[in-house]
């Protein structure tokens, strides 16, 4: 059974950093690119980055670029996503994603979310 | 950035009644090559991480009862709920990935009349 379990959310300050993880488990991960995708309160859905599956290539939002990283450590089968300098607009729910089909551009497996709270 | 307009925003069926959300994109869809729409539809019910539902315009993800179908090509998709049951209760997206960013609809809600 495919499952992504995301953890590392919580209330931060604007201005601080916070550093999601994803646990994968039930398929190969080294085979699949991996996206987060996040969903403010209330609101749709926002595709936040993609990463291949060797992690040597990477894609962001516009509204992330140079704050956010994410990154992969297939030997542990874990997705990252470092956020630095957090804002009121980034709080949101943050999933962790499957990039299942169309060369990764395709998602399918989700993870439950991860809430992040940026308030001071 | 390519946007997708969904119509209408929220609708309410009545039970074992047909639903059909519509999904307009800015630009097309339609990969030449091999004649597939990069369109996928999610659903998401409360509390829950969205579900995909079709992918490919058309292809029902495994599991997927039949009653959801979808169509269209180019810019202009269709998910149609035939003979809606409770449990269809949800919102539901349409999302591209024809190109990056990959761009989510705004959601349509679904509820029983």
């Known amino acids: 059974e495919v499952q992504l379990v995301e953890s590392g959310g919580g209330l931060v300050q604007p201005g601080e950093s916070l550093r999601l993880s994803c646990a994968i488990s039930g398929f190969t991960f080294s085979n699949y690119w991996m996206h987060w995708v996040r969903q403010g309160p209330g609101k749709g859905l926002l595709w936040v980055s993609r990463i291949s599956s060797d992690g040597s290539d990477t894609h962001y939002a516009d509204s992330v670029k140079g704050r956010f990283t994410i990154s992969r450590d297939n030997a542990k089968n874990t997705l990252f996503l470092q956020m630095n300098n957090l804002g009121a607009e980034d709080t949101a729910l943050y999933y962790c994603?499957?990039?299942?089909?169309?060369?990764?551009?395709?998602?399918?497996?989700w993870g439950r979310g991860t809430l992040v709270t940026v308030s001071s | 950035d390519i946007v997708l307009t969904q119509s209408p925003d929220s609708l309410a069926v009545s039970l074992g009644e047909r639903a059909t959300i519509n999904c307009k994109s800015s630009q097309s869809l339609l990969y030449s090559s091999d004649n597939k729409n990069a369109l996928a539809w999610f659903q998401q019910k409360p509390g829950q991480p969205p579900n995909l539902l079709i992918y490919w315009t058309s292809t029902r993800e495994s599991g997927v009862p039949d009653r959801f179908s979808g169509s269209g090509s180019g810019t202009d998709f269709t998910l149609t709920i035939n003979s809606l049951q409770a449990e269809d209760v949800a919102v539901y997206y349409c999302q591209q990935y024809y190109s990056t960013p990959p761009t989510f609809g705004q959601g349509t809600k679904v509820e029983i009349k």
């Open positions: 994603v499957r990039g299942g089909f169309n060369y990764g551009r395709g998602i399918d497996y």
